[in-house]
């Protein structure tokens, strides 16, 4: 079992300890690589303290000696290890479009199914059922609003509302059933449980597939694909992350990287503030302000003696008096300004939520990326070439008026997603201003600088919502706070220095800063030899995983393109932290070496890159799930890439069970023209939400 630092040096052999992840092949490999690495004994510390997390990271900054970690050989059963599953069953009732109780079966193993109905026949209802029955939740669900979560239930039946799906899991003599029965109003109310082909009846949680159902995810919708290509870039890369078992390897390279800036940061900061403090004290008649000037602009600095000056404004107890001197005049936000971002936060959170995958969102990547172009050649009016897609002669005034109208265009029906995007990052500046981090000066022991160290940390939430939820709950305990802390520094504090307190003050603070930019800097070397080690260990680690992935992606990408001109050239995982994303390059004629870009692709091309990335997820190695649902996947596509879909879909379904959900008759038809194998049937629903198929052979 692995132990965290605080188990001490002596916790392990030789004094070392097993490190985080001791069951994680890849955590491993990388314990393997650093052993030998041959790097001093200081920038492999670093590499361990990041790879123990953020709070060993913290003890490491402090001094502190953080256990090197060990690879062992792994105790458990490896990642994706599970017996391969296969989905015999959907049955639903009381849930969305399906009142009474309705029922999907499908034979154990691969092949392909495609259930084929209109619009509001029931057949999302049976995808997003069998999701909500495995997971407990709905991505799609996430991003609508509470209304409309509340509004879930069947408004034709008035029984119990249940989801369940029967998996085969490979050596059980029979299926799996795995339920959730919605015992109040809200979809969050789901009771589940489990059914043993013994009989036995368990908790959900006794499945232990968590893990496994967020790397490997048998669920694709209409919508998730719509965000594979054209959503936010982190959620492609964290998904990519997580299917290649590599989250916990980005995790300790964006932690370490985070210390490394804040370490330059610390070390950069006295110097960026001298000069206003040598300005200050030079204005100043006091001759201790005119001695600390001549010790500041020396040669060489002598911290102790400029410490001395600091101190020498007549308390008796001098870093007593300037903590009460600061606590004094120590101000926090108002109450009316918090609530302003308050309601400002929510408010736009609110405004995006009602935004998201409408026709104007789609509308503002355009304007987006055409005003960018716009002003690239507005800079480069002599450049005529696309920087996009190198056509040469693409820019010229034509371009400029055709994009100019297309522009005048899309603003309208842009308008109101702009705004939506804009409130949102303003309000997110005002609520970053707001939370200022705590003084250095200030004891963190203090009920004062406890609750700031909470109030703070509020900077790391990107959420609007929980945003808007920290600064009112936390910031009403702040405001108390500081208002007993001035309370007590006033009654307390006496100011016999005259002036001279205030840049006696001012100084001290400088060379906290200065002593700890000398720490810092000690300190940055070798941080950031172990970033370098630990970011090409990884670079070369995410290659490696993402090749087989990035190859089956070009495999179907070149059977949906069809006739078009645009090659898939791969893919790649850049960047760390909130500047991390999936790069996917194209190119376009046979112009090599150019990034994949909305200008580039219609609609149905995006969905057709989104399908590419998506389907070999089903296919990697260790997948345990040996089926997949796909909701609606042939939206925007035209009737070639369509065939294109088909052929794909078939081949996958020889390795894999594919369960296709489609309102589109052309995928079955292409089915059939093509002579494919596929288990194709139809939904219908009437009035009262009951739902029946018939099968339609194949």
Known sequence: MTRGPEAGANGGRDGREAGPGADDPTMQGLLEALARSGMPAGVRSWVN?????????????????????????????PPGSMRRSYLTGIRVQGFRGIGRPAELTFAPGPGLTVIVGRNGSG???????????????????????????????????????????????????????????????????????????????????????GENLVRYRPFLSYDELGRTVTGRAAELYDTLTALLGITGLAEAERRLAKVCDGLVRRRDR??????????????SGDPRAAQAVRMLSAPEMDLDALRRIAADDGPSDPAQHVV???????SVPERVLMSDVVNELRGAAMELAMAAGTKGDHAHGVVRLLEQALE?????????????????????????????????????????????????????????????PMPTWLPPESELGQVWSLWETGSDIEDLGEL???????????????????????????????????????????????????????????????????AEYARSVRAERLGPVAAQAEQVWFRLRQERHIDLQGMRLI????????????????????????????????????????????????????????????????????????????????????????????????????????DIRTINRDAMSNVWLAENGG
């Open 468 to 534: 808007a939820d920290h600064i009112e709950v936390v910031g009403r305990k702040l405001r108390a706070a500081a208002v007993s802390a001035r309370r007590d520094a006033s009654e307390r504090l006496e100011d016999p220095s005259g002036g001279w307190s205030d840049l006696a003050e001012r100084l001290s603070e400088w060379l906290d800063d200065a002593q700890d930019a000398v720490k810092a800097s000690e300190a940055l070397a070798s941080a950031e030899a172990a970033l370098g080690w630990l």
């Open 123 to 209: 057949k999302s209802s049976f995808a997003e059922a069998a999701e909500a029955a495995l997971t407990g939740r709905n991505p799609r669900w996430d991003a609508m609003p509470t209304g409309w979560r509340d509004g879930w239930r069947n408004l034709h039946y008035d029984e119990r509302t249940e989801a369940s799906v029967d998996i085969h899991i490979a050596g059980d003599n029979g299926p799996t059933r795995i339920s959730r029965r919605w015992t109040g109003e809200s979809v969050r109310s789901a009771r589940g449980e489990v059914v043993h082909p013994t009989g036995e009846v368990a908790p959900l949680r006794t499945l232990d597939w």
């Open 575 to 678: 960047g760390r932290g909130a500047r991390r994303r999936v790069e996917v390059d194209v190119s376009v004629d046979g112009v090599d070496d150019q990034t994949s870009a909305p200008g580039l692709l219609s609609q149905g091309e995006f969905q057709a890159l989104a399908l590419s990335i998506c389907l070999p997820r089903t296919l990697i190695e260790g997948n345990p799930f040996g089926f997949l649902l796909l909701d609606d996947p042939v939206q925007a596509m035209d009737t070639e890439t369509v065939e294109g879909l088909a052929s794909v879909l078939a081949e996958v379904g020889r390795h894999r069970q594919l369960i296709v959900f489609t309102h589109d008759t052309r995928l079955s038809d292409a089915l059939r023209r093509l002579g494919l194998t596929a």
């Open 270 to 283: 006295p110097a960026r503030a001298l000069h206003l403090l040598l300005d200050a004290l030079g204005a």
């Open 49 to 77: 303290a990041a790879l123990w997390g953020e709070d060993a990271l913290e003890a490491l900054l402090r001094g502190e000696h953080i256990p090197e970690a060990v690879p062992e050989a792994p105790s458990g059963p």
């Open 376 to 436: 690239h050649h507005k800079r480069h009016p002599s450049e005529t070439t696309c920087p996009t897609c190198a056509t040469s002669g693409a820019l010229g005034s034509d371009w400029v008026r055709r994009a100019n109208a297309q522009l005048r265009a899309l603003r309208p029906q842009a308008a109101i997603t702009s705004a939506a995007y804009d409130r949102a990052d303003a309000a997110r500046d005002q609520a970053r201003f707001l939370l200022s």
């Open 324 to 330: 009460m001197r600061r606590l004094r005049r120590l």
